[in-house]
């Protein structure tokens, strides 16, 4: 008999012999649409067509043909064995041409870019130390009279710089300390030692709080005064001053001795200079 005077069921007994009628047959008896089961796997709804039609030649190749069949099964819910034997093998065709994947041809993704030999060396871990060891020894390679005097330099800038419990423009005063007056201080009671410059000079006998804040407000000195010590200030005029124990405590302004008893009052002189 031929296929035109077969009758449907035989047709259907026929088509269902391939694997893609097995596959078309299963999909039916479920009501699902072709075009719902491509949507479903994510392959275009042609390469289903081509594989319930057995059309195999319209597939990548033999591997890829496979492993859809398998998809669909696994989708349907069905063994693939049967269906899987009823496939061509896979003969001659490896499994190199699997990269063409279900949807489309695969496309390798670029591999990892080596850095170049020139970001190598721009990383800074690299050329970070090569720094520091050239600049080590750039100083080693200085003649020692530089350093000499670099370390002299720093020494005198630590030695100049004011304590934290003075303010910065103290750092003017100039300090000279005798252990007593000169003779000649014994003369008049006012009088201080003439060898400290300075526009306000200072010299005590004992212990003495002295205080001075030049025109600014600026403290030019806030401390004890030792006996025997001399101090002398330079600043912006009028100075207003504190002196704590005033009889052992001689002042000169502008090289002239300041009497402190108009302006004491419990051995505390506070007064204003101009």
């Known amino acids: 008999m031929t296929e035109a005077g077969r009758s449907p069921e035989g047709r259907e007994r026929t088509a269902a012999a391939t694997a893609g009628g097995m596959l078309r047959t299963a999909r039916q008896a479920q009501g699902l649409h072709i075009a719902a089961l491509a949507a479903s796997i994510k392959v275009a709804q042609r390469k289903l067509e081509a594989l319930e039609g057995d059309r195999y030649d319209e597939l990548p190749d033999m591997t890829f043909t496979r492993a859809l069949a398998k998809t669909v099964c ?134 003495s709080w002295v205080e001075a804040l030049d025109a600014n407000g600026v403290a030019l000195v806030q401390r004890m005064l030792q006996p025997g010590e001399t101090l002398g200030l330079d600043g912006m005029p009028p100075f207003r001053l504190k002196i704590g124990n005033a009889a052992a405590t001689r002042l000169s302004f502008r090289g002239e001795p300041v009497d402190l008893a108009p302006a004491t009052r419990d051995n505390v002189a506070r007064l204003e200079l101009k």
């Open 74 to 207: 696994r989708s349907l819910k069905i063994d693939a064995t049967p269906v899987l034997a009823l496939l061509p093998q896979l003969g001659d065709q490896g499994l190199d041409k699997v990269h063409q994947g279900l949807n489309a041809a695969f496309r390798d993704r670029p591999g990892r870019i080596e850095p170049t030999d020139l970001g190598v060396l721009l990383r800074p871990a690299l050329w970070l130390p090569l720094v520091l060891i050239l600049a080590a020894g750039a100083v080693y390679l200085l003649p020692q009279h530089w350093t000499t005097q670099t370390r002299l330099v720093a020494g005198a800038a630590s030695a100049a710089a004011p304590s934290l419990s003075q303010p910065a423009a103290a750092a003017s005063a100039t300090v000279e300390s005798a252990p007593v007056f000169p003779p000649e201080a014994a003369s008049s009671p006012h009088a201080v030692p003439t060898d400290v410059s300075g526009l306000l000079v200072m010299s005590a006998s004992a212990e």
